[in-house]
């Protein structure tokens, strides 16, 4: 991994922080930009739709935003979907979720996330999860980028017909 400003030397290499780097090397480039809200990526999806066959109403919503670091990267991220109609109850579903990932090394990282989901179709009240991990790359080339990832999951579930809450591991 190489960090800095990048160049064209006049053999067509890349130049970055004084190594030439040959075109034919470079997998893939990841942008760090100098500011805060410049190192910020992501999405915001709205969308609705209307069917007179069964008047339904159907409101759907997601959003993404990664902030890439040097060494680390964190992910905050929901969807959500909310259905009415004439002839059904209605329904919804909507879930959110955070990571923070650190890449330690050049084939390295491990991280933690937290996430929470509520799905009125599958009776799911809450499910709440924390998790860590770690990740190795096995391959990364421009066709393969192979990873192999380990970690521990807690979830914690209410459902809507009864009262009973479940956990696992």
């Given amino acids: 991994k190489f960090y800095g400003i990048l160049r064209l030397a006049r053999s067509g290499a890349l130049v970055l922080s ?23 990526d992501g999405y915001l999806d709205l969308g609705l739709s209307y069917q007179k066959a069964h008047s339904t109403f ?8 990664v902030y890439r670091a040097r060494i680390a990267e964190t992910a905050i991220e929901y969807s959500s979907f909310a259905e009415a109609r004439d002839d059904a109850d209605e329904t919804g ?26 799905n009125d179709e599958l009776d799911l009240a809450g499910r709440l999860r924390v998790l860590a991990f770690g990740a190795r790359t096995m391959s990364k080339s421009n066709h393969v980028d192979l990873w192999a990832s ?7 579930e209410n459902y809507f017909s009864t009262d009973s809450t479940s956990s696992g591991y």
């Avoid at 159907?58 to 935003?65: D, E, F, N, P, Y």
């Fill in 18 to 40: 004084g190594d030439t780097i040959p075109l034919s090397t470079i997998v893939a480039i990841t942008p760090i930009r100098r500011t805060f809200l410049a190192r910020v």
């Fill in 150 to 156: 380990g970690g521990l999951v807690v979830t914690q």
């Fill in 93 to 118: 579903r909507f879930a959110a979720g955070f990571t923070e990932r650190v890449f330690i090394g050049h084939r390295w990282s491990a991280g933690v996330g937290a996430g929470y989901e509520r």
């Fill in 58 to 65: 159907q409101l759907t919503s997601g959003a993404k935003a």
